[in-house]
């Protein structure tokens, strides 16, 4: 049952409910295109992970409005049920990021502020009113994991910049997804992320059948390819792509982090993300991946990561980097 899409109008986000997959692919999604010099980059990453600062990705961008330089986040649904079904759920995540990121014009209380705005995109005028714009739909009959193209594309098929949610994804899993289309990816990817958390690669649900296909494709060190190689694990429809760094590919695709690691990240996946039925809170050696715990730097244990239903200060310091307030001519309504 395919239930609905948001595609770029212009400069609009897409949000597509579809029943089965487009998988998450946020750890090494294939470049825009844009070239970048590693010269004026730092190779490693440090700080929570993005696909801007190589230039992989754009933010989205500066439009001037009759309220001042702003850069709109455009989004439109597929169609009437789309929109039925995930309105509240992407209004709620909307309101989440807008009320953590506050008000976009600096205040002397708080001097940093942004230029996102979310829209939805609408019709200039239909007897004398403007309507809600319903738009681009492939037809494709897919859906079930949540996923977001990162970042801004500007250029490419129609659909490009698009979203995709199962019916019902909640508030939390919208957000995670919003944070995608500013352009930040997954927080486990970074290449410090092992002073952080533990990453139990064979508790990711689906490794023995991975394995059983790697082993078939007799390359001698399947197993470890399935943990670290972040295409290997795709080519073998192994979710633990998910969690394998970006820095080691880095020179292919360029992607760098910001700032410090942080468990608060809205990015980081919870300890029973793609977990098998064996993981929860008392039974944590069967989990995908584990906090760990350091007193004075040392390793004292092991700890549940929850998921982040809220963007961080880390998140929010992000996008206030890449979407700067501006100048408003006139207040926000
Ligand atoms: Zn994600």
């Known amino acids: 049952m395919r239930l609905l899409f948001f595609y770029p109008l212009l400069l609009a986000a897409c949000l597509i409910l579809q029943t089965s997959v ?67 759920d992407i209004g709620n995540a909307m309101t989440d990021w807008s009320k953590a990121l506050g ?3 600096p205040a002397e209380a708080e001097p940093v502020g942004h230029s996102v705005f979310f829209k939805q995109a609408r019709l200039p005028f239909e007897d004398g009113k403007s ?53 930040m990816i997954h927080e486990q990817c970074r290449d410090d992320r092992d002073e952080y958390v533990e990453y ?14 790697a082993v ?25 792509s998910q969690f394998t760094k970006n820095h080691d590919f880095w020179d292919q695709f360029g992607m760098f982090d910001y700032g410090t690691f942080d468990l608060g990240s809205i990015m980081l996946y919870p300890s029973n993300a793609f977990f098998t039925s064996k993981c929860w ?25 929850h998921g982040n239903a809220q963007p961080s200060a880390g998140d929010i310091a992000f996008v206030k980097k890449w979407y700067p307030y501006r100048d408003l001519v006139r207040a926000v309504p």
């Not at 992989?56 to 039925?84: H, L, T």
């Not at 250029?155 to 995670?176: D, F, T």
């Not at 139990?200 to 296909?213: I, M, S």
Request: aromatic fraction near 8%; proline fraction near 6%; glycine fraction near 10%.
């Open 22 to 88: 487009l998988a998450e692919r946020f750890c090494g999604t294939t470049t825009d295109g844009f070239l970048y010099d590693p010269e004026t980059l730092d190779p490693l990453q440090i700080g929570n992970a993005n696909m801007l600062k190589s230039f992989m990705r754009k933010a989205w961008p500066v439009v001037e409005s009759a309220m001042g330089s702003i850069q709109p986040i455009k989004y439109c649904f597929a169609n009437k049920e789309a929109s039925d079904t995930l309105k509240c």
């Open 103 to 105: 008000p976009p014009r």
């Open 131 to 183: 309507v809600i714009s319903y738009c681009f739909d492939d037809g494709t009959d897919k859906g079930g994991t949540p996923s977001a193209a990162i970042g801004y594309i500007s250029s490419g098929s129609p659909g490009r910049n698009r979203m995709i949610l199962p019916e019902a994804p909640g508030r939390e899993k919208v957000a995670h997804e919003i944070a995608h289309v500013l352009g």
């Open 200 to 213: 139990l690669c064979k508790n990711v649900a689906g490794y023995d059948a991975a394995f059983g296909r």
């Open 216 to 240: 078939a494709s007799d390359d001698p060190e399947a197993g470890e390819k399935l943990c670290y190689d972040k295409q290997f694990a795709e080519r073998h429809g192994f979710d633990g």
């Open 281 to 305: 809170s008392s039974n944590m050696d069967a989990c995908p991946m584990v906090g760990i715990d350091k007193l004075n730097g040392k390793v004292t244990g092991t700890s549940w990561i």
